[in-house]
């Protein structure tokens, strides 16, 4: 039994705010949790006839969204993700080593959230971040955030969802981590504990607004994009516990940056389900924090250091995502572009 009456629909845009006819390419998450709303700003006269004020009316209209889920390689996932990347590339085999590479235009989106007994629509939405975390004990997961124009104030009959991936997702026992290399199921560090990043594009909601309209009368313009994460160690990580180039407390207490290439990028993070469905993270170069570490009575010792992924000139990149899906989109008879659909 599911509930046919809570979903989060997602479909690419081909005008900005123009919401499609939800038969183009919708795609439905299997999502824990969302949060959309409409906002707006309340504009009050400051006139100085009466003590108080008087007259005041609705001024910019925005909406802004959230979603998180368990990760896996879904078309609702991947066509989020491609959001912040811009380009997909479909690899030689469908459904096989695909890739989202940074360029392009991004998309907007259409999101239709099921509510009991209606359905919203949000359109003229850009996805403004994603936080990934992998974390003993739990299943890796992504949280969304969207923002843009505004939402629409009339509510819908409720839509028939459907699902294009039947596969789970990436759990702990599952995610790697490797260092100065890409990461594999055979391939990957034994000492970290767990790690978290975020992929922001800092959109620039003011300066979507021209006179004429109360709301966004164009895309947010994404502005200087930030990749910062952190990750933690079951212990300090000492020269002699080294063994797949792990950064050790010594080189990160000196200042650390480590700039490596596609092929072997400076942090790699693969969330895996199976052969046929992963989601892998490479950034090609990395500047560490100063590392931290602490120990109690009760705690054995860690070692938690933040990091930020750079701008490589030569990759031109900050990041790139590799996928397997066995989703039926992308497999089998499936092979969709996301830079059409």
């Not at 940074?102 to 259409?110: F, V």
């Not at 109360?214 to 079951?234: D, L, N, W």
């Not at 490596?260 to 990395?286: E, H, M, N, W």
Request: with cysteine; charged share 20%.
């Amino acid at each position: 039994m599911t509930f046919a009456n809570r979903y989060v629909q997602i479909e690419k845009e081909a005008t900005f705010d123009t919401a499609p006819s939800s038969t183009i390419g919708p795609a439905y998450g299997e999502c824990d949790d969302e949060g959309f709303q409409e906002n707006f700003d309340n504009l009050t006269r400051n006139d100085m006839n009466r003590y108080g004020a008087a007259k005041s009316l609705d001024s910019k209209h925005y909406a802004e969204g959230s979603f998180s889920m368990a990760a896996q390689p879904d078309y609702f996932t991947m066509k989020a993700l491609h959001g912040l990347y811009g380009t997909h590339t479909p690899g030689g085999t469908p459904g096989t080593g695909d890739t989202l590479t940074e360029g392009g235009t991004l998309p907007s989106y259409t999101f239709r959230i099921g509510r009991e007994e209606k359905s919203y629509t949000y359109s003229g939405q850009v996805i403004e971040s994603v936080a990934v975390s992998a974390n003993i004990g739990e299943y890796a997961m992504m949280s969304f955030s969207t923002t843009g124009a505004a939402g629409s104030n009339a509510v819908a009959s409720l839509l028939t969802p459907a699902y294009d991936y039947t596969g789970d997702a990436a759990h702990f026992a599952a995610c790697y981590v490797n260092f100065e290399d890409v990461a594999e199921t055979g391939e990957y560090s034994k000492l970290v504990q767990s790690i978290d990043f975020e992929i922001k594009t800092n959109r620039d909601l003011d300066n979507s607004y021209g006179l004429g309209s109360s709301t966004c009368i164009r895309a947010p313009p994404e502005q200087r994009r930030e990749i910062t994460g952190t990750i933690t160690f079951h212990k300090a990580v000492l020269a002699a516990d080294v063994a797949d180039t792990e950064p050790t407390w010594n080189e990160l207490a000196a200042g650390l940056t480590q700039d490596g290439a596609a092929a072997t990028p400076a942090l790699s993070v693969l969330l895996y389900v199976g052969t046929a469905d992963f989601i892998r993270f490479d950034f090609t170069k990395v500047v560490y924090d100063a590392p931290s570490t602490n120990v109690s009575g009760r705690d054995s010792q860690t070692m938690t250091v933040g990091f930020t992924a750079l701008y490589d000139a030569g990759e031109a990149c900050m990041s790139k995502i590799t996928f397997n899906s066995s989703s039926t989109k992308f497999a089998g008879g499936g092979a969709v572009d996301l830079d059409g659909a």
